[in-house]
């Protein structure tokens, strides 16, 4: 059920300290972590402590924790004195996503090229 932890869930083993993480970030509704396989020089991910497959259901199902997501994305970009960055979701399989659990990946630390993939 949406927003309940999910037992096959890694980011919600991470939510709940079952799996390790380096927490950059931490609050009511969120958590922010590094990346273990990450894609440029800052690579954290911020992830809503509630259970949501990905960033649309989070978005239906919890607006103002989708905010605070985005919130915490940018609070993440300031602490790690990112003068530009990307902030991205992956959505669906298609665009990328492995963790079925809703998730921002804030990059930065190099040059970001467009188009992105």
Do not use: Y
């Not at 894609?39 to 989708?66: C, G």
């Not at 992956?90 to 040059?111: C, E, I, K, P, Y």
Request: charged fraction near 20%; aromatic fraction near 4%.
């Amino acid at each position: 059920m949406a927003g309940e932890p999910q037992d096959d869930c890694l980011f919600c083993k991470v939510v709940a300290g079952q799996i390790p993480a380096t927490i950059v970030r931490e609050t009511d509704t969120t958590v922010a972590f590094r990346d273990i396989n990450p894609q440029a020089p800052t690579h954290v991910l911020v992830i809503p402590k509630a259970h949501h497959k990905d960033a649309a259901a989070l978005a239906a199902a919890a607006p103002e924790v989708a905010a605070d997501l985005l919130r915490e994305a940018q609070a993440v970009a300031d602490q790690e004195h990112l003068e530009s960055h990307r902030i991205v979701f992956n959505t669906g399989s298609g665009a990328g996503q492995t963790v079925w659990h809703a998730h921002a990946h804030v990059l930065g630390g190099r040059g970001l090229h467009w188009p992105p993939g």
